[in-house]
């Protein structure tokens, strides 16, 4: 009998997903991407400029194998079903495969589900659609885009700065590292100073004098102040007001992956590994499961059955008076916005429920998203503050405090969430109205520069920016530390030389293209041809018009970076050594090249990994296979012929002595079975 083929991109939720919808599925997995642009024609775009754009798409590598056995099974079922995920890039991914496999309009359907649970996965097949090409021409349309900006702006950095890439998003992305960083050094700290009134159980501060205003710049000022008052106050004013302290929505990617940052000291990317555990599935007790739902989405919207079972959950375990609205989303973001928001996939399955089959991060993770999901749908905190006004010689002195008087959404979510009664004492029991301080303190500070960007905070602009989306900042982040344009100090980014050069080379030659407006119409238009209100060709066709003559420009009149020399003679023409750039980084040549071709074989002192175990004069380095797969070998080769496919950590094996190697955080001996715990 002939089989249903579902193909969805991780090998998780294809063992997931099969266990759900039984013998009449055959459930695989396209391990993500299989095709991307071909590097052929005009500059290796891998597109017909010619022919609107049309683009010429080979698989990706290692990926052949995987669409000849999926093209195998296609051609036996009855039926394919195309279940990837639900975002632009999901529909890209599910029409290449519609593509690839040769699959016809009546053989194929899509669906899409937001979590990975039985429920839904069955409920998705009742829905099942035709693929949205407006979607996958959005994402193919950025695809191109990105292509035509990256190839020809990185090889113009390239070859005349000593920077490794450009983009769209990511040289707007550096470039607000560098403009922060000239705000700071541009900074002039300006002095000031701060009076305050030290009561047995309070503090108040001096703000104003006769009800305008104050500010103390230098010491004398604060001094003549001080000489003016008395340690008597009068109480000239107490006033208490009500307020209600609501709950935040629940988590979209950006506010998950900020308060993973700050909170947990997650990466993005560990933030979004994990989320993707999550969502896929983890085995429990009964069964494999998807213990959140989709974790890339712009929305706050929760459905309707996961907000009737809150309730009662909340009803039953807090009470009817905890109950709370739910927040209206405001999202303009079509493509996202079909997803819901980051929740728990059922509000029955606690945190401490499921610890056990969880790792620690995980958990911790999971146990955040859980409780701000919930926290959302409860009743607001109500706090009582009052504020009070001393007067001391027509100067005066303010302090707040504050009490909660129903703790609402707090019940749940207090240890996420830093709010603290401060008391003030009742005022209304001084006689006279008047109250004595124990002492009056002058204090100097100074205005501080902008804070430099972190992972989260440079996430948090470019998203308030429009820039990128849920699925790229983790990418961006990655990409502008591993090109070498930002160092990490003290959990900040902080601009490296490069980063200023190939920003103002940038600034230069295209300063209206790569700009912060710029870039977020780019993105308004990309969602526009999600709407099928652009065609994407033509979109691409007025970008390239104006876009290619301004590079051909800039590689005619941009300087040329002369290259950094070492200091040392080349040994066989006497000409200065210098360093330059290659396929696999930097290396030690000639200045006369071609005329000498001459390279320095000695690895520089930062290339070293460590001594060769085997060898008395060899250092082991970073080398690469012909196929340009990274190895680690002795610089004395062809004498000796060590080498390591992990990278090698300088330790020796307690048992046996060999060399210990690392691999994704996971240290292990090179020749034997011992491995180092964490």
Known sequence: MAKNLVIVESPTKSKNIGQYLGKDYVVLSSKGHIRDLATKGTYGFGVDLENHFKPEYVPIKGKKKVITD?????????HVYLATDLDREGEAIAWHLYDALGLTDDKYSRIVYNETTK???????????????????????????????????????????????AGRVQSVAVKLVVDREREI??????????????????????????????????????????????????????????KNKNSKAPYITGSMQGDAYNKLH???????????????????EDGMVGLITYMRTDSIRLADSFVAETYAHIKNKYGEEYVGPTKKDNSKNKVQDAHEAIRPTSIKRTPESVKPYLSNDEFKL?????????????????????????????YQFKASGQIIVFDGY???????????????????????????????????HFTQPPARYTEATLRSK????????????????????????????????????????????????????????????????????????????????????????????????MPKKEAEETGEMCPECGNPLVIRKGKYGEFVAC???????????????????????????????????????VFYGCNNYPKCKTAYWDKPIDEKCPECGSMLTEKNGKVKCSSCDYKKED
């Open 119 to 165: 429920e839904t996965i069955l409920d998705s097949f009742k829905h099942a659609r035709k693929l949205d090409m407006d979607y996958v021409n959005s994402q193919e349309a950025r695809r191109i885009l990105d292509r035509i900006m990256g190839f020809r702006l990185s090889k113009l950095m390239q070859s005349k700065t000593g920077g490794k890439s």
């Open 410 to 444: 707090l019940k749940a979510y207090g240890d996420y969430e830093d709010t603290k009664d401060s008391i003030l004492p009742p005022f209304d029991t001084y006689k006279s109205n008047v109250i004595v301080s124990r002492e009056i303190t002058k204090d100097q």
């Open 591 to 629: 200045s006369n090249f071609p005329a000498c071709k001459y390279i320095k074989q000695e690895p520089r002192e930062d290339a070293i990994i460590c001594d060769c175990p085997n060898c008395d004069e060899g250092k082991i380095i970073e080398k690469r296979s012909k196929r340009g797969k």
């Open 70 to 78: 999926l093209k195998k099974e296609a051609d036996k079922a009855d």
């Open 266 to 284: 997650f990466s993005l990317n560990k933030t979004m590994s994990l989320a993707q555990k999550l969502y896929e599935g983890i085995e429990l």
């Open 462 to 557: 470019l998203e308030d920016l429009g820039i990128g989306r849920p699925s790229t900042f983790a990418t961006i982040m990655s990409t502008i530390k591993d090109r070498g344009y930002v160092n990490v100090v003290d959990k900040k980014f902080v601009p490296t030389d490069v980063a200023y050069e190939v920003t103002d080379s940038l600034q230069k030659y295209f300063s209206d293209l790569i700009n912060v407006e710029y870039t977020a119409s780019m993105e308004s238009d990309l969602d526009k041809i999600a709407d099928g209100n652009i065609i994407w060709y033509e979109f691409l066709d007025e970008f390239y018009k104006g876009f290619e003559p301004t590079v051909q420009n800039a590689f005619d009149k």
């Open 185 to 242: 050094e541009a900074f002039n700290p300006e002095e000031y100073w701060t009076i305050t009134a030290d009561f047995n159980d309070f503090k108040a501060d001096l703000d104003s004098y006769n009800h305008k205003k104050i500010e103390i710049k230098n010491e004398n000022e604060a001094n003549e102040i001080l000489n003016k008052l008395t340690n008597t106050f009068k109480i000239e004013d107490v006033t208490k007001k009500k």
């Open 366 to 394: 999971y146990r955040m998203i859980y409780y701000r999901a919930l926290a959302s749908l409860m009743a607001s905190a109500k706090v009582e503050s009052t504020s009070v006004v001393l007067d001391n010689n027509n």
